[in-house]
DNA sequence: CAGTGAGCGAGCTTCCGCTTGACTT
């Protein structure tokens, strides 16, 4: 008899099922979806009632002509996609595309790829759930109308023409990055005074050890200084004691989203080198499925990950734990991120090697047993305080001023004896401070002091956002999944709406007050303040575009939008409300949007001024041109043209200031003639460069073009120009051709593409002729070089 | 490699979510 055909959305899941299942199963994966709406007129028949026009795309003819000749030689199809939205629809178009009736089709479901899983569920198929499959429907094709609705009108407004695109995701993320930014541009630090007091006393081996207690923050200097002043000559005694009980328990197994955020965090990966890498772990069969939203753990899992904690720590480090996704868009068709086999403590690849073991840490973690803290806050009053209260005449007794010593000692380690989950820089908090242990301290007893400081201390804005606290904050609002956020953050840096890249902190000073010996100084330090690494800036491009989609679809770019329409998707798949209504109730009011933006919005141009130019009196404005942002001194109805330059990239819009801008048009400079021709500096797409006789050489960081001189410049000139020399063999000005000298040996260099010389010619380059170059260049372009993928060892 | 900046019109672009190789550089 014919084996039956089982198909599943990803190869290496068929691999593993097909040992599992046996002799009776072929097992067969369709590679994700295997039709798409067609790219024509949106493929969606409007006019009649939405049907979608679905199409085979090309890279999946393969997938699927292969599977039709199984299919036809099999016994029964059976679906096996996956149990949410988007694989019950892939199961239907299954049906369509091989002939299969989705009323009849054997339909079933796993939540985790184990034996007894696949077992149970293939004595209970089902059929194709429509209703699920029109939700899906739905999302698909709303998704098509905002993105190809909206994207051509930001082509029509915009100036720029790159390939601008807008859609339901990307937009809102856009959104997030640029509001951030606004935030941090309108911050204004306010500053207050941390009391710190050192003391020795003896720690348990007789040692003096020094400890700080931390007083009441001061609003002010002078109530900081008021404050240190009033503690001259004081006694302090401890008053009270306190040792409370505390712990800490692990975090939840990985789903996609957190694995990309604690690999940022502790491995500095960005999201899309997170997901190749866990990629390669899971197709090598090293760990579970890496797209997942859920945190759930397969039973037999849980057993091999207690049986791991006990063999290696011991039972008492055992605690099994259920968790429970916090998440309500989360679909869970798989589990979360584990280890196949927990007794493989790491692997082979080297580059896999760092995240595996991360996961692996963070699997044995969930289920192990919390650690517990004791936490001891000791009181310690200042002799003097009663008259430093706020105000002289208070009635109040209970004003006495008083310090705080806290320590925390960890009683069991529990979970942290394998890992201890990161934080984010916003959720750090200013009292996250390292608490270290006490020294035993009893009551009544005094306490000498070192010295106390007051240190001014000030408020900051929120972080920016890395790309995976961007994959946090997406998820928090339900935008996007799991498959999505890594392209997602790729789509909004390609369209260059957003860039990555470090910032600069800027130097502040500040005030410390020292209370030593009975005596009050003031000291001024200096601090490095707002310097990012790696973070997430709007471009002016990203903020106008952002501002523009909130006038006119403030709908869509509303952060709840998403979540919104995911609770209309759950109607429809619940058979509530039909789909065509559903897209038909949102297609009309912004298809009217559309229109009246199209008719009336003005083209984006993010115009500011920035003030008058005092030597021609005329207006100075920064604004979006065709190129990118720009400011212009004039205006183009002017008689004389107006002047333009193109703003730094780290230079926005919105905060560049009128001196800036003024600093802009010093370029180009002309610094004076060498050899009969001009010498001038400019800024161009690749950077600042020196202009002479019609020939360009690039400044180097080291010189700045708005303050090299024409001594500088002329040695660069003539450098650059003997390199060059150095570097050239043979020219054939006619063809344009030139035979160059490379690192690697000559080479052949026609228009921007290089030829290698063939061993035997390289000696005698200078004598090639123009016939047995051209010879070569056929001979390289016949046979081009093979690439060889460089490989890292051990892998 | 190193320019440009207005507007028109041809011809093109564009979404999100599911999966991996097949391609260059």
């Not at 989203?257 to 069969?285: C, D, F, H, N, P």
């Amino acid at each position: 008899m014919a084996k039956n055909l089982l198909i599943v959305e990803s190869p290496a899941k068929a691999k593993t099922i097909e040992k599992i299942l046996g002799d009776d199963f072929e097992v067969k994966s369709c590679y994700g979806h295997i039709r798409d709406l067609e790219k024509d007129d949106m493929g969606i028949d409007i006019k009649n009632n939405y049907q979608p026009r679905y199409i085979v795309p090309e890279d999946k003819e393969k997938v699927v002509k292969e599977l039709k000749s199984i299919a036809k030689k099999s016994g029964e199809v059976w679906l096996a996609t996956d149990e949410d939205r988007e694989g019950e629809a892939i199961s239907w178009h299954l049906c369509e595309v091989l002939g299969l009736d989705p009323e009849t089709t054997k339909r079933i479901v796993f939540h985790e790829i184990t034996k007894p899983a696949i077992q149970s569920a293939v004595t209970r198929p089902r059929t194709v759930d429509m209703n699920l499959v029109n939700a899906q429907q739905a999302r698909r094709i709303l998704d098509r109308i905002v993105g190809f609705e909206l994207s051509p009108v930001l082509w029509r407004k915009m100036s720029m023409k790159n390939n601008l695109s807008a859609g339901r995701v990307q937009s809102v993320a856009v959104r997030i990055i640029a509001e951030r930014e606004r935030e941090i541009n309108a911050f204004v630090p306010v500053s207050s005074f941390k009391i710190e007091a050192l003391f020795t006393a003896k720690d348990l081996a007789g040692k003096q050890v020094t400890f700080t207690a931390e007083g009441k923050k001061q609003a002010s200097a002078e109530n900081a200084e008021t404050f240190l002043n009033g503690c001259k000559g004081a006694d302090y005694t401890v008053t009270d004691i306190q040792v409370k009980p505390g712990k800490k328990t692990p975090a939840a197994p990985f789903t996609t989203s957190t694995l990309q955020q604690e690999a940022s965090r502790k491995l500095g990966y960005s999201v899309s080198r997170t997901m190749i890498l866990a990629q390669k772990l899971y197709e090598s069969g090293k760990i579970t499925y890496m797209r997942t939203d859920s945190v759930n753990l397969s039973e037999t899992a849980m057993d091999a990950i207690t049986k791991q904690i006990g063999s290696q720590y011991g039972d008492k480090y055992i605690q099994p734990r259920k968790y429970k996704n916090k998440n309500e868009s989360a679909q869970e068709a798989h589990e979360a991120i584990r280890p196949t086999y927990m007794d493989s403590l790491t692997v082979e690849d080297a580059d896999c090697r760092r995240l595996y073991e991360l996961i692996w840490k963070r699997t044995m973690a969930s289920q192990m047993a919390d650690a517990e803290l004791e936490k001891t806050i000791a009181k310690i009053l200042i002799s003097t305080g009663s008259n430093d209260g706020p105000s002289a005449g208070t009635t109040l007794s209970s004003i006495r001023e008083e310090l705080t010593a806290s320590g925390e000692v960890l009683k069991f380690d529990g979970f942290l004896k394998v890992y201890m989950e990161d934080r984010d820089e916003e959720d750090i908090t200013e009292e996250d401070g390292q608490e270290g242990m006490l020294p035993p301290l009893a009551i009544q007893q005094k306490l000498p002091l070192k010295e106390m400081r007051a240190v001014e201390r000030f408020t900051r804005p929120q972080p920016r956002y890395t790309e995976a606290s961007l994959v946090k904050k997406l998820e928090e609002l339900g935008i996007g999944r799991p498959s999505t956020y890594a392209p997602t953050i790729s789509t909004i840096l390609k369209r260059g709406y957003v860039e990555k890249r470090d910032k600069e902190g800027i130097k502040r000073d500040f005030r410390i007050f020292q209370l030593k010996d009975n005596k009050v100084e003031k000291l001024v330090e200096q601090e490095n303040t707002g310097a990012e690494k790696s973070k997430l800036f709007p471009t002016d491009l990203g903020l106008v575009v952002t501002d523009f989609l909130k006038q006119y679809f403030d709908d869509i770019m509303d952060y709840h939008f998403t979540a919104r329409i995911e609770e209309e998707f759950d109607e429809v798949a619940q058979g509530k409300i039909l789909w065509n209504k559903m897209i038909d109730d949102f297609y009309n009011p912004f298809k009217k949007d559309v229109e009246n933006t199209i008719e009336n919005a003005e083209r984006i141009k993010g115009e500011r001024e920035l003030g008058l130019d005092p030597a021609s009196g005329k207006k100075v404005i920064a604004r979006m041109g065709r190129y990118g942002p720009m400011v212009q001194i004039g205006d183009v109805s002017d008689e004389e043209k107006p002047r333009f330059a193109k703003l730094k990239n780290t230079q926005s819009i919105e905060t560049i200031s009128f001196d800036e801008a003024m600093e802009l048009f010093r370029l180009p400079r002309n610094l004076g003639q060498f050899e009969d021709s001009d010498v001038v500096v400019n800024i161009g797409r690749f950077g600042p460069y020196i202009a002479h006789d019609k020939k360009f050489y690039s400044l180097g960081k080291e010189y700045d073009p708005y303050s090299i001189t024409f001594d500088e410049a002329t040695p660069i000139i003539v450098e650059k120009r003997a390199a060059k020399e150095e570097r050239t063999i043979k020219i054939f000005e006619k063809e344009k051709i030139q035979v160059l000298r490379g690192p690697y040996g000559p080479y052949i260099k026609q228009g921007l593409r290089n030829y290698k010389l063939p061993k035997e010619k390289q000696d005698n380059a200078a004598d090639l002729s123009l016939e047995e170059v051209k010879a070569i260049i056929e001979e390289v372009k016949a046979n081009p070089p093979k690439r060889v993928p460089r490989r890292k060892k051990g892998s």
